[in-house]
Each structure stands twice: as structure tokens, then as C-alpha cells.
């Protein structure tokens, strides 16, 4: 079966940081494009950043660019998403997801990211 | 970066009613690298359709989707009770993508 499964999200101080990650199955991850969307509470859909196959490539949305960094590793069928200097705003579920020339076609179920005090 | 405006905000219509959802690019899409996802609460959102008009694998097909350029439309022939949705349309023809803010398709 396809899948996308995200972890590490949770509660983080305004200015901290985390790490999520998104463990990829069912499919060669190698050979696809990875990405990630986020949805903060009751708000819409926000590309936030793409990565190629072999990580060479790396796209972020301008808003979030010095404070998110994409990456990869092919060996463990992973994908990452980095998040520095986080603020509320921030605050969102965060999903992975296959970006192929039909669109996102895979995603994961999202992991929540909760910036409070 | 190309700005997507999806129209109406909310669609209230009944079962077995035609629904139509509007999406309206800043700029042309290249290559008709437009999509759209259908997002239920509490789920990640599902590819229906992409290139504007090819459904996706295993959605039926009163789903359809049109448009060329800067204007598209997803069309729901019949509104079935698991219809009833938010949809979002997306472009991917960049080298980073963007997401229309969405129509919520409610029971009337």
C-alpha cells in the first residue's frame, strides 16, 4: 500500500524549533518529487516547500524561506521539514505529500505543529 | 507567484443538484498544470482532477474539470451526500505551486 506517515510535531515555545519528518512506503520514493503543505486551524491549504528526487532541488514559499529547510534521504525513504524561528503563525497541521506532474497525489494524515507559551 | 481566486466561497445546494466551482489564475498556468482536491474535516485532502481536466485514479466520474489559461472550473454533476466538501484547486506549472483559498460545498 501507498503511504505517507508524518511525525514530529507537538508544542513548541514561540522562537523554538522542530523537526518533522514523513516516513514514505509502498512506492520508490527515490524517483518521485516530495513536498509539503500546511493548514493552520480553519484556514485554507499553503504549499510551504518541494524537494527533488535526488535533493538538488529545493523550492520554498516565499514567506517561510530562511526560516523552513526541505530535506531528504532516499536510503531511509524519508522526507524533512526543518522549522526555525517558529511564531503562532505558524501554528498548523503540516502533511507531506508525492508531488508528481498530476499534483500532490499521495499525502500522509498531517501532524499538528501548536506554537504557544 | 500566481494568485488563485476560487469562487463562490460557499455553494449551498441539495443532493442530486449540478454544482459548479470556479478557479481564476493571476496569470496564464503553464501547461494546464492546474488541479483540484476535495478535503473532508479531519482528513488530508484527495486529488480529483489534474492537467484541468483528467480525473484521477478511482474518482468517479460526475467529477469533471475544464478551463485553459487562467480560468477553470471544476464540475460536480450530481451532488452525492460524500460531495458535500471543501474543494481547493492548485496550480503546479512553477517551480512552486499555490492553493486556492477554497469553496466549502454545503447542504442546502
Known amino acids: 500500500e501507498v503511504q505517507l506517515v508524518e511525525s514530529g510535531g507537538g508544542l513548541v515555545q514561540p522562537g523554538g524549533s522542530l523537526r518533522l519528518s514523513c516516513a514514505a512506503s509502498?512506492?520508490?520514493?527515490?524517483?518521485?518529487?516530495m513536498g509539503w503543505v500546511r493548514q493552520a486551524p480553519g484556514k485554507g491549504l499553503e504549499w510551504v516547500a518541494n524537494?527533488?528526487?535526488?535533493?538538488?532541488?529545493?523550492y520554498y514559499v516565499d514567506s517561510l524561506k530562511g526560516r523552513f529547510s526541505i530535506s531528504r534521504d532516499n536510503a531511509k525513504k524519508s522526507l524533512y521539514l526543518r522549522l526555525n524561528s517558529l511564531t503562532a503563525a505558524d501554528t498548523a497541521v503540516y502533511y507531506c505529500a508525492r508531488d508528481t506532474a498530476q499534483g500532490f497525489d499521495i499525502w500522509g494524515q498531517g501532524t499538528m505543529v501548536i506554537v504557544s507559551s | 507567484e500566481i494568485v488563485l481566486t476560487q469562487s463562490p466561497g460557499t455553494l449551498s445546494l441539495s443532493p442530486g443538484e449540478r454544482a459548479t466551482l470556479s478557479c481564476r489564475a493571476s496569470?496564464?498556468?503553464?501547461?494546464?498544470?492546474l488541479a483540484w482536491y476535495q478535503q473532508k474535516p479531519g482528513q488530508a485532502p484527495r486529488l480529483l482532477i489534474y492537467?484541468?481536466?483528467s480525473r484521477a485514479t478511482g474518482i468517479p466520474d460526475r467529477f469533471s474539470g475544464s478551463g485553459s489559461g487562467r480560468d477553470f472550473t471544476l464540475t460536480i454533476s450530481r451532488l452525492e451526500p460524500e460531495d458535500f466538501a471543501v474543494y481547493y484547486c492548485?496550480?503546479?506549472?512553477?517551480?512552486?505551486?499555490?492553493f486556492g483559498q477554497g469553496t466549502k460545498v454545503e447542504i442546502k
Open positions: 524537494i527533488k528526487q535526488d535533493g538538488s532541488e529545493k
Open positions: 509502498g512506492f520508490t520514493f527515490s524517483s518521485y518529487w
Open positions: 492537467g484541468a481536466s
Open positions: 496569470q496564464s498556468i503553464t501547461s494546464n498544470y
Open positions: 492548485q496550480q503546479y506549472g512553477l517551480s512552486t505551486g499555490t
